[in-house]
């Protein structure tokens, strides 16, 4: 796996060591672009985290690697493969982090993507903090009860990927103590053993 620490490729990090998979960790340093190096551009042409090496070969993009570890090690029930409408209510919900939640967050950190123009990058900029509000209070709201999980009693790859987009209201200017089971349950993923590990 190549990841960097408090990126989307920690959810994936998280997972397998959820699922007790024996594999390498490769840290990128993403504040001097090791991810633009020719070396990992070989390996991720997108130049972004994540990237996994598998035997039949590398696979990119969150969604797809947290599907893939639940799929290859199921006897660590990181998802309800079994049931067709809950796995596409977990992707339903791992969709919104990636392409809402996330799309939310990056317009602080890089607004050169969307705006060449100093003026409009700054006016993303400051829209972000509103934008992660809205995107969580629709989770609060509508994909949180007052069960333990994502997905009521059962654990699975949703848990560690909420965990970490949640982790990074702070530097949007939220306080996740404003969504209640939002926090709550950014508390009880942290506390889990395997979180723990990915996190050291």
Known sequence: ???????CAQAVLIALHEAGAHFDANRLNMAESEQRS????????KGRVPALVTPQGVLSETLA??????QTYPQANLAP???PFRLAHMQEINSYLASTVH???????????????????????????????????????????????????????????????????KSDGVD?????????????????????????
Not at 38 to 45: C, G, K, M, Q
């Open 1 to 7: 796996l190549y990841y960097a620490p408090g990126t």
């Open 38 to 45: 020719p070396a990992y551009l070989a390996i991720n042409p």
């Open 65 to 70: 690697l947290l599907l893939y570890v639940a």
């Open 81 to 83: 493969l079994n049931d």
């Open 103 to 169: 799309v939310n967050h990056a317009h602080r950190t890089r607004a050169g993507r969307w705006a060449d123009d100093e003026t409009a990058q700054q006016a993303m900029k400051a829209k972000v903090p509103q934008n992660m509000r809205d995107a969580f209070a629709i989770i609060e709201q509508h994909y949180l009860s007052d069960a333990p999980w994502v997905l009521g009693e059962q654990y699975s790859v949703a848990d560690p990927y909420l965990f970490t987009v949640a982790g990074w209201l």
């Open 176 to 200: 996740i103590n404003e969504f209640p089971r939002v926090a709550a349950h950014h508390a009880r993923v942290a506390a889990r053993p395997a979180v723990q590990k990915a996190l050291a």
